[in-house]
Structures are given as structure tokens and as C-alpha cells.
DNA sequence: AGCCGTATCAGCCAAAAGGCTGAGAGACGC
DNA sequence: GCGTCTCTCAGCCTTTTGGCTGATACGGCT
């Protein structure tokens, strides 16, 4: 048992080579195939049976990460999955640890991290960044801040910066109504305002 | 005059790895250091005078891109410096422009491009990528778009959340004068709300 | 001196947003 | 079956925001 086959997954080509040179300098770590998009991924998991599948959330066209990692995950259950991802936002972490990913690692790991990342996946252990698992039992911590699945919508789409009553028509619902979610949303996000609410859900979602 | 010497400065190892093995493929392209930060970066080009600095904007900690580029060219002037970096924000690329970039690549771009633009960077040729040529243009374009200081120091509180009110005291000034240059701000960004005020400024400023 | 851009402030009015209470209809779990 | 969650809607009232018009003051450019 010392040799752990990889796929790698990254629209970036300088990302993949970089991995690739780190992951070289391991004798049990082999990188078998590499993929630009969640697409091609699916692909070279289904020829090649890779034991881990390390892998960009941040893909530019098609398929994203999230999806990737769900069907991959539905088809071929042998894989173990991580992520492996410049930015730490909570929606991001949450919907990629139930869409089945072994592991959330930022990109600015140490290398050490990652090579046991990997190894640690093969046995089905769970490897996270320290920030994104800060992140991540702060969600669970505060279950009261989960939006429901409308909520979200409108969150969404207030974060384009429509009013109450473009939001109303867009989601086929009276401005009443969308007032009550606001209300409930800005009570969930611990803000007063819309430019608070569009502040934090942009930034949350995003960046840093 | 067939060999240009590289310094290569970002802050995730894998992007380093990645680019000096891309690198590595051209003969006349020779990787000399890298830096992870834009202190270290200093250091580097003072040691080796590079021909080309390669540079990601994003920098976790300490002194940003845009700050390194404008330090090394105040010191030593005669580096060319690429820009290479995930997003195209239009602020950054304004701001990298003027702190004296040559040129400004995304990370997907092709090889190929990546190549030409180092050597031509050393001609003192600038290119850059078509998806933020075409934003450079439209800032260019729409001189009237650009916010003064104060409307721009206005901008970066809206987007913490803060009201009317709050924006006042924040800036000792009354609220009536907030409201002037709020009507100025939306005017430019060509918006009517606060909400898509804050929606398209952190967006600029931001990612995709 | 005259002009322009910037920053400051005021008042008025209409529109939008937010706080509050209350309430009905499905869906789901136990 | 009963409680809980979610989504839906309404009315009322206060606060906030935005549109408009006009005004003063300072600095730089010509």
C-alpha cells in the first residue's frame, strides 16, 4: 500500500503543473491525469479510476466544482474528492462537504498539508484548512442562521440590487411577501438594512 | 539577445511551481527567483535585477501587488512588470496600469500568450489579456464614470452597510451633503439605488 | 478676473424600505 | 393528528431614501 493515484482539477494550466511538480517530489503520490473543466473530469475519473481527485471549485465555463463533485460522487463512489480552492466562502465549504468532498484545502497551504490531505483522504479521513474549518463549525454552530431555500433566492437576487417590488415580479410573489422573507433574512444575517444584507451575502459569498 | 531572466512573485507555491515549469518549456525564458510576497519581491529584484517580473496582484498578506509595482518601478526602473492574476477587476487593472504595469494576463490564458507577453513586456511592448483589454477600454472610454475621492471614500462605506445617517458622522459632514454625493455616485455608476450602488461597486472591485 | 470642478449644506416632496401584528395553506415528522 | 417549518399575503405606521432645485465656498487653470 504506498501508491496513491491523483487526478487533477483546475482551469488553470500554471495551477495544474504547479501540483503536479509538488505532488512529483512524493514517491507514493502520482498524478494520472489532469482535467480543465468539471466536464473533462468526469471523464478521466471514469478511465482512470483515480484513488483522489484533488479539484478547483472555481471553474470558469460549464459544469462547477460543486456539481462536478456531486456526480462524480453519484457515478463512481470510490473516489475520494478535495477541494482544493483559493477563496473560503461558507456557501462554498457547506455545499461542497454535502456534495460529498473528503476535504477543503486553500490554495496557500503549506505543502505538507496537502500531501497528507491527500494520503488522509485515501483512508477516508477529513482534512480542512485551519480558516475553512473555523468557517465551517461556525455554520453548524449557528443553525439558526441557515436560510431557507427561498430566502436564499431572494438573497440572491437582491445582491443584483432590485427593489422589493422588481423582486416581486421576479419571483411571481406579492411585495408583501417579500418584505416578510427580507425581514427574516436580515433577522438571519444579524443586519438592519438591505445595504447591510447585500454587503454581507456579496462578501460571504465571495472574497477573502 | 536570447535570454530573459524571470522573477516570479505570488503568494500560493503551486502557482510558482506551475509557471516555472511552463516557463521551463522555453529556452530563452529563464526563472531566476520567486517571491512570495511584495516585500520579498523588492529584495529579489534588488539581488537579481530581472529582466520581467511576473506578479500576481493578490497578495495574502502585507503589501499588495499594485504597491509592489509601483515601489519597484520608483527604485529600479528597469524591470518591466506583467501583472498575472485570477480576476480582472476594474479598479485593479486602472490602478496596476498607472502604478506602471506593462501588462496585465489572466491566469487562463493560453501559454502561448503567457510567452509572448514576457517577451514582448522586455520590448517594452504592453498586452493583456482581450477580456480586461476591452474593460481598460470602457474605462477609458467613459471618463465620466470616474468617482472623485470623496465619492469614492463615500462608495467604500456604502458598502459596509451603513445608512445615511451613519455615513454622516462617519465623515463629519451633514447628511444632506451625504445625499449630494450619493445622487453624484449613482449618476456615474448609472444606477438609481443604493442597494445597486453597493451590488456593482464590490462587484468592480471584486471578482469573476 | 472668470470659470470649472469639488465639497459643503438646506428644504421639499414622493417613493421605497422597514417594524409590527396577524393569518391561512401545504409539507413533513413523530 | 398535532406541532413545526415554510411560503404566502395584508394593513398600518415610521423611518429612510431618492429627486429636484438652489446656494456658498475653496482651489486651480487660463
Redesign the interface.
Known amino acids: 500500500m504506498s501508491s496513491i493515484t491523483v487526478l487533477l482539477v483546475d ?12 505532488l512529483g517530489t512524493q514517491p507514493d503520490l502520482h498524478v494520472i491525469a489532469e482535467a480543465a473543466s468539471g466536464e473533462e473530469a468526469m471523464d478521466r475519473v471514469q478511465e482512470h479510476s483515480p484513488h483522489v481527485v484533488v479539484m478547483d471549485l472555481a471553474m ?1 465555463a460549464g459544469m462547477d466544482g460543486i456539481e462536478a463533485i456531486r456526480r462524480i460522487r453519484e457515478r463512481n463512489g470510490g473516489q475520494a474528492i478535495l477541494v482544493f480552492t ?1 477563496y473560503d466562502s461558507d456557501a462554498d465549504i457547506v455545499r461542497a462537504v454535502d456534495a460529498g468532498a473528503m476535504g477543503y484545502l486553500l ?2 497551504a503549506a ?1 505538507e498539508e496537502i500531501f497528507s490531505a491527500i494520503r488522509g483522504a485515501v483512508q477516508g479521513k477529513s482534512v480542512m484548512s485551519p480558516p475553512v474549518a473555523s468557517r465551517l463549525f461556525q455554520q453548524l454552530r449557528n443553525p439558526e442562521e441557515i436560510l431557507t431555500p427561498r430566502e436564499a433566492e431572494l438573497l440572491s437576487l ?6 422589493n417590488r422588481e423582486l416581486g415580479r421576479r419571483l411571481f410573489i406579492s411585495e408583501a411577501t417579500v418584505k416578510t422573507h427580507l425581514a427574516h433574512i436580515y433577522a438571519k444575517l444579524g ?1 438592519e ?8 451575502a ?2 460571504r459569498e ?2 477573502r
Chains 1, 2 share one sequence.
Open positions: 482551469d488553470h494550466l500554471v495551477v495544474r503543473s504547479g501540483l503536479r511538480a509538488l470558469g483559493t490554495k496557500d505543502p437582491l445582491t443584483e440590487g432590485l427593489s443586519v438594512t438591505r445595504a447591510a444584507a447585500i454587503a454581507t456579496i462578501r465571495g472574497m
